[in-house]
């Protein structure tokens, strides 16, 4: 019997969701039909999340977030969660344009430790933790 081991170096650098998506159409033949990856491409930006800022962090009793172009002018639920999984807090908010939003007056009330931040738009969702002292 013939054992053949593949061995695989890890990447140098993150690799796109995009770029591996055309990786696996140009070297695999998927049980996925090629109707159904378009399908999954054009409906998901792939770029979105990695354009979300919030800082400082750890916050005190407030934060900024940074919402780029290709957030705005849609309603996003913005969201912040324990680490139980109790949601703490919770609002929605459209951006009109590009910029910094303060959200403040909310967080006195929390206990110092870790929370997820989470921000869901249309398309996509990013999950972010965030440190209270």
Known sequence: MLWLWHV??????????????????????????????????????????????????????????????????QELTLSLVDITGRMVWETHYIFPMPGVQNFQNYFDHLSPGTYIFQITGKKATVTLPLQKY
Do not use: G, M
Not at 47 to 66: G, K, R, T
């Open 8 to 73: 695989t170096n890890p990447v140098d650098e993150p690799v796109s969701d995009a770029a591996l998506i055309k990786f696996c159409k140009e070297k695999y033949d998927p049980v996925i039909r090629r109707s159904d990856w378009e399908e999954i491409e054009s409906s998901f930006s792939l770029e979105l999340p990695q354009e979300i800022n919030v800082y400082p962090n750890p916050f005190s009793d407030h934060f900024n977030l940074a919402i780029p172009e290709a957030w705005i002018e």
